[in-house]
């Protein structure tokens, strides 16, 4: 990540936080069982950033965006108290602009990270959008941000921290603890 004064700014004014999920939040690989159960690996700093980011003094929404659909996302995704899930989704950015539409948010207020083609359109059309460091080359192209981290390797949390930090309430939050 990088400091520069208008990536800084551009996160202080994050109210929303969507990312897809295979890639970003996962390593992107899937374990089919021979039943048919889907198997996923999350890492938990992703977790605990998650539960930092509800420690700010203002709401950051969140949201999963994933392509594909699983019962496992949906667990996951409840448990850490996900605001937005949408699964099957072929068109990230017009799930970005249906969930802005909601929460009454600008396009410039949404930070995104994606990890593939298929979310190019919604990487360019935010405020602050960020890559995995494994992401495509086309994606690392579209993205503001390439992050230190690989696809399941704490890279939400890496934003997350960032978003805090870039808000002034890092050493508050860790206070808390």
């Known amino acids: 990540m990088t400091d520069?004064?208008?990536?800084?700014?551009k996160a202080k004014n994050i109210k929303l936080l969507a990312c897809d999920v295979d890639g970003v939040l996962t390593?992107?690989?899937?374990?089919?069982?021979?039943?048919?159960?889907?198997?996923?690996?999350?890492?938990?700093k992703d977790g605990m950033g998650y539960n930092l980011l509800s420690r700010m003094s203002y709401k950051v929404k969140t949201a999963w965006i994933?392509?594909?659909?699983s019962v496992?996302?949906?667990d996951r995704a409840s448990?850490?108290?996900?605001?937005?899930?949408?699964?099957?989704?072929?068109?990230?950015?017009?799930?970005?602009?249906?969930?802005?539409?909601k929460e009454e948010l600008d396009l410039s207020q949404i930070a995104y990270i994606g990890d593939d083609v298929?979310?190019?359109?919604?990487?360019k059309s935010v405020g602050l959008s960020s890559c995995p460091a494994d992401a495509c080359a086309v994606v690392k192209e579209a993205a503001g941000l390439i992050s230190s981290f690989n696809g399941g390797d704490g890279v939400v949390r890496e934003m997350i921290d960032f978003i805090i930090k870039a808000?002034?309430?890092?050493?508050?939050?860790l206070e808390g603890f």
Do not use: F, P
């Open 79 to 101: 448990e850490m108290k996900i605001d937005h899930l949408v699964q099957n989704c072929a068109n990230k950015k017009q799930a970005i602009e249906t969930i802005a539409q």
């Open 66 to 69: 994933t392509g594909r659909k």
């Open 4 to 9: 520069s004064k208008e990536i800084l700014e």
């Open 27 to 44: 390593r992107g690989e899937i374990i089919i069982l021979n039943a048919g159960e889907e198997v996923k690996i999350w890492n938990v």
């Open 167 to 173: 808000s002034g309430e890092w050493q508050k939050i």
């Open 118 to 123: 298929i979310d190019i359109s919604a990487l």
């Open 72 to 74: 496992q996302v949906e």
